[in-house]
Nanobody
């Protein structure tokens, strides 16, 4: 299983970025797909989730600014991030999970830096 995250970069405060997570070895349509993020010295935190049935959840800190989506034909998940703030600066990770797993699959992270 591989989860390849991409799309990070440097953006100014108020800007936008779109992260992508391309999956291989699993079908994103049958997994709970997450975006999480982590900053140095802090625990990794939940950002957004899309369930196999399509239901979506967001962390309160990103509601109204971030949008998670899924393209089953490309076996990929996306995170559109608008109105970025300096506190959104973090390494963003893609995660895949189903109830059958004792632990989730993680991808490598992609760094998002928001400059004020």
């Amino acid at each position: 299983v591989q989860l390849q995250a991409s799309g990070g970069g440097l953006v100014q405060d108020g800007g936008a970025l779109r992260l992508s997570c391309a999956a291989s070895g699993i079908m994103v349509s049958s997994h709970y797909m997450y975006w999480d993020r982590q900053t140095p010295g802090k625990q990794r935190e939940f950002v957004a989730r899309i369930a196999p049935g399509g239901s979506i959840d967001y962390a309160d800190s990103v509601k109204g600014r971030f949008t998670i989506s899924r393209d089953n034909t490309k076996n990929s998940v996306y995170l559109q991030m608008n109105s970025l703030k300096s506190e959104d600066t973090a390494v963003y990770y893609c995660r895949a999970w189903t109830p059958a797993y004792s632990v989730p699959y993680w991808g490598q992270g992609t760094l998002v830096t928001v400059s004020s």
